[in-house]
């Protein structure tokens, strides 16, 4: 869950083409991320905390803005609306569990708080996030229609070691719910 810059760099340099590197922060100094921009060259900026739209904007650099749901300010559909909405460049709105910590808590939230935000015709790409895991990953799917998912907790063995099983398990849930959704 927690990588030096030069872990990351190593990394970097073994992401095959087409494929998204994503540099998650929470709340970082401008340093730290220009240092990461700089050292690692991700392709995306992923803010997790309390980072203003101006601090995500300050580095010309794509970038998923992440919202813990349930939080203060962020426990009402209007609410989430409003805050998504200060964040109308992002890249994509990502959708977490409000916990004491950030991000892996391995709890789920209310996606129904997410209505007016998927109603929303402004709204970015949503990426679901939060006590996601094969067994909750087709209720979910079914209920949001996310873009994309973000998975931590629900494929590990314990924390920040992940299952080889359970993220295949995980995988193929994706897979198998993309399949059935595609036209025949």
Excluded: M
């Excluded at 300050?58 to 609410?79: C, D, K, Q, W």
């Excluded at 209505?115 to 979910?140: M, N, Y």
Aim: aromatic residues 8%; negative net charge; contains cysteine.
């Amino acid at each position: 869950r927690v990588v030096s810059v030069e872990q990351a760099r190593a990394l970097r340099q073994t992401v095959p083409a087409f494929v998204s590197a994503v540099a998650l922060f929470v709340d970082p100094t401008v340093e730290e991320v220009n240092r990461v921009i700089d050292q690692v060259r991700p392709d995306l900026l992923q803010f997790h905390g309390n980072e203003t739209p101006e601090f995500c904007r300050r580095f010309a650099h794509r970038y998923i803005r992440a919202f813990r749901v349930g939080a203060p300010g962020l426990a009402t559909p209007e609410g989430l609306l409003a805050q998504c909405r200060r964040y109308d460049d992002a890249a994509g709105w990502l959708f977490d569990s409000f916990s004491s910590g950030f991000g892996g808590s391995g709890r789920a939230f209310d996606v129904s708080l997410l209505r007016d935000v998927l109603a929303c015709e402004q709204a970015r790409p949503v990426i679901l996030a939060g006590g996601l895991s094969a067994a909750t990953l087709g209720t979910a799917l079914d209920a949001v229609h996310p873009f994309a998912v973000d998975v931590s907790s629900g494929v590990e063995d314990s924390p920040g070691i992940k299952s080889d099983e359970r993220v295949a398990a995980f995988i193929g849930g994706v897979r198998e719910h993309d399949s059935l959704r595609r036209p025949t």
